[in-house]
Nanobody
Framework: EVQVVESGGGSVQVGGSLTLSCVVT????????IAWFRQAPGKEREGVAI???????THLDSRFTTTKDNATFLQLQTSLVMISLKPEDTAMYYC???????????????????WGLGTQVTVSS
């Protein structure tokens, strides 16, 4: 069973930084997409960042970057580094994963099969 677990959320002041971590276990694929999404109360979910097995990345905002912390066949770990945080960044942040077919690219609109429960980020002034 694939497991996706996020951690690292919390409260931070405007202009601060936060790093979220995502651990994906038992995906058992050398090709994959790991994406971060967020959803604020009353708003639609939006994509924040993507990283694939080749290190290709997509980011909603230049204030956000992803790192590849660790990758084995059993477990993948990546982090979402957020700087210069704003109150509008307040949301529940989710990590999602899917296997990537050969030659395909990762998009926010893909069907991600595996999701974590989310970690809350609150930015206050």
């Amino acid at each position: 069973e694939v497991q996706v677990v996020e951690s690292g959320g919390g409260s931070v002041q405007v202009g601060g930084s936060l790093t979220l971590s995502c651990v994906v276990t038992r995906l058992f694929s050398s090709r994959y997409c790991i994406a971060w999404f967020r959803q604020a109360p009353g708003k639609e979910r939006e994509g924040v960042a993507i990283r694939d097995d080749n290190g290709r990345t997509t980011h909603l905002d230049s204030r956000f970057t992803t790192t590849k912390d660790n990758a084995t066949f059993l477990q993948l770990q990546t982090s979402l580094v957020m700087i210069s945080l704003k109150p509008e960044d307040t949301a529940m942040y989710y990590c999602a994963a899917r296997k990537r077919a050969f030659g395909s690219e990762c998009q926010f609109g893909d069907d991600y099969d595996y999701w974590g429960l989310g970690t809350q980020v609150t930015v206050s002034s």
